[in-house]
Nanobody, 126 residues
């Protein structure tokens, strides 16, 4: 049975850093491109970053560019999202999702992402 296990969320002050992990079990992660999404209370879910199957291409939402870095270790079946210079507006539940499509073509179109994790809470507070 496939499963995503996300971890690394928590409480942090503005300017702080966190590293989120998304580990897959029950399937081979390198068959999928991975996206990170986030959803704050009362807001629509938004795409944050994606990485292609091979890891040769990444993309970021304008709001996180220069502060977040996505990477993957297929040997560990894990994708990471390193977040730095965190702001209160980064507070959200962060989820990873997998797609067999090329994210350079589908972007953050959620219906292209078939498998979703439960999410991990990130709270940035003063």
């Amino acid at each position: 049975q496939w499963q995503f296990v996300e971890s690394g969320g928590g409480l942090v002050h503005p300017g702080g850093s966190l590293k989120l992990s998304c580990m897959a079990s029950g399937f081979t992660l390198d068959d999928y491109a991975i996206g990170w999404f986030r959803q704050a209370p009362g807001k629509e879910r938004e795409g944050v970053s994606y990485i292609t199957m091979s890891g040769d291409s990444t993309n970021y939402a304008d709001s996180v560019k220069g502060r977040f870095t996505i990477s993957r270790d297929n040997a560990k079946n894990t994708v990471y999202l390193e977040m730095s210079s965190l702001k209160p507006e980064d507070t959200s539940v962060y989820s990873c999702a997998a797609t067999t499509s090329d994210p350079r073509r589908v972007g953050f179109y959620e219906y292209e992402y078939a498998y979703w994790g439960q999410g991990t809470q990130v709270t940035v507070f003063s």
